[in-house]
Nanobody, 119 residues
Framework: VQLQASGGGLVQAGGSLRLSCTAS????????MGWYRQAPGKQRELVAT???????NYADSVKGRFTISRDNAKNTVYLQMNSLKPEDTAVYYC??????????????WGQGTQVTVSS
């Protein structure tokens, strides 16, 4: 399974960006999809996740500003980021939990996309 992320970039504080991530190579679709981020000198942290059924979970720091959505037919997850703050600056990683065979799931990561928010 491969994940291809896109949409990062440089934006001013208060601006918006939309990240996309498409998974390929899964025979049984994708269970959970989500976004994590890692700022310099910090641990990777959860940003938002979505189950196959569309149940979502957000980090407190992004609630009300970020929206995760997915298109199961395209095995694609999106992250709409509004009202961006300098502290949102990080490398954003796409994650997918994929059923591989009966009762076995794999955890896969994309290559990361840089988001930089200037003050």
């Amino acid at each position: 399974v491969q994940l291809q992320a896109s949409g990062g970039g440089l934006v001013q504080a208060g601006g918006s960006l939309r990240l996309s991530c498409t998974a390929s190579g899964s025979r049984f679709g994708i269970d959970d999809m989500g976004w994590y981020r890692q700022a310099p000198g910090k641990q990777r942290e959860l940003v938002a996740t979505s189950t196959r059924a569309g149940r979502t979970n957000y980090a407190d720091s992004v609630k009300g500003r970020f929206t995760i959505s997915r298109d199961n037919a395209k095995n694609t997850v999106y992250l709409q980021m509004n009202s961006l703050k300098p502290e949102d600056t990080a490398v954003y990683y796409c994650n997918a939990v994929v059923p591989l065979r009966m009762e076995v799931r794999g955890n896969f990561w994309g290559q990361g996309t840089q988001v930089t928010v200037s003050s």
